[in-house]
């Protein structure tokens, strides 16, 4: 009469030696149905990634200092600008800025998004294509997994769900998606990013660099006539010679500051490179998708044929009690967890 555990697969790995990897090389091969079928789910689901999102495009172009960013005499002109600028880029500057430091920090602020907006109201439509129904003319919020499932907790604790594309959430996406990198570590920098409008994405990166541009341009121009007004009129009410000729080469110095600042010549940046796009689509590269979906399904598949092995050990049983299958289940799962350091435990019947 045979106690029922002549084919249990864990017998005797209490003894010395009694399990290897040979064990699990084996609980894995007879399982090899199990791994294949995760491999397949895995190759399938990379497939999706590949054929349903559309493809991307990278847009880039290459900018660095103008002329005006390295002049020196501008120091004057540039430290009391940093501060009107401050306020629209969000940030604080120092004494020592240049144009094309300001310019840097201007491409991704919100100030810089709602003037691109002004100009081409379709800027929102393409960056958010996922939220935008262009049937119904209006936005809807994204349907992919991760965003449902942040909208539902949110309208659990009650906090708002949804919102519509304004220019704070395009300098939030420019800040996270724009690619800026130097150029041969030197100060020129090129600035990219992906999308799947490749004729799109060289306007918008062209008009933002105008108008990045030009909200410099501007605000020097009306702080150095501010300036300049300034200075004409002390030099008005003035009549002691020092004064007036330390007035003059003040106002000499703002003059030649003033005709620097030309409408139709670049002031912080000059455009090496146009914009321009990718040829074929950067992303999804379906090779590396295929082989990390090979990569994963082999993983999980091998991790889920050892689970099988370790809750079935001979097979899975048909109409097996529910309590009984629970209590088995939860202590070879014990076993499991406990192998590293206990390698000749054996599970409780």
Not at 86 to 99: E, F, K, R, W, Y
Request: contains cysteine.
């Amino acid at each position: 009469m045979t106690d029922g555990r002549q084919n249990d697969p864990y017998v005797g790995l209490d003894e010395p030696g009694g399990l290897s990897i040979a064990h699990f090389v084996q609980a894995v091969a007879d399982r090899s149905r199990i791994v294949w079928a995760v491999v397949a789910l895995c190759i399938i689901v990379g497939c999706a990634l590949i054929i349903l999102p559309p493809p991307q495009y990278t847009i880039s172009y290459i900018a660095y200092p103008s002329q005006s960013s390295q002049d020196k005499s501008l120091g004057s002109t540039l430290s009391a600008l940093a501060g009107p600028l401050a306020g629209l880029i969000g940030s604080g500057a120092t004494s020592d800025v240049q144009p094309f430091d300001l310019y840097m920090e201007l491409i991704v602020s919100p100030h810089l998004a709602q003037r691109v907006i002004n100009k081409d109201p379709e800027v929102l439509h393409k960056i958010f294509y996922k939220e935008w129904d262009p049937v119904s003319k209006t936005y809807h919020p994204p349907h992919d997994v991760l965003s449902t499932i942040s909208r539902i907790f949110a309208y659990i604790f009650g906090l708002p769900a949804y919102a519509p594309p304004t220019a704070a959430r395009l300098s939030s996406w420019l800040t996270d998606n724009l690619t800026i990198a130097a150029v041969n570590s030197t100060s020129m920098q090129q600035i990219s990013f992906t999308t799947p409008y490749p004729s799109f994405g060289v306007r918008f990166l062209t008009e933002m660099n105008t108008e990045a541009d030009a909200i410099i341009r501007e605000e020097a121009a009306k702080l150095t006539d501010a300036q300049i007004s300034y200075l004409e009129n002390k030099l008005s009410q003035i009549q002691v010679s020092d004064y007036r000729q330390t007035i003059l080469s003040l106002l000499s110095a703002q003059e030649t500051t003033r005709m620097s600042i030309n409408e139709y010549l670049p002031y912080a940046s000059v455009v090496l490179q146009n914009s321009f796009s990718s040829d074929l689509p950067t992303s999804p590269n379906p090779l590396i998708i295929l082989i990390i979906a090979l990569v994963a399904g082999l993983v999980l598949g091998t991790f889920a044929a050892l689970t099988a092995a370790m809750v079935w050990p001979n097979g899975a049983r048909r109409f097996v009690p529910s309590r009984y299958r629970v209590v088995t289940a939860y202590r070879r799962a014990v076993w499991y967890l406990t192998l590293p350091k206990k390698t000749g435990a054996q599970p409780a019947e």
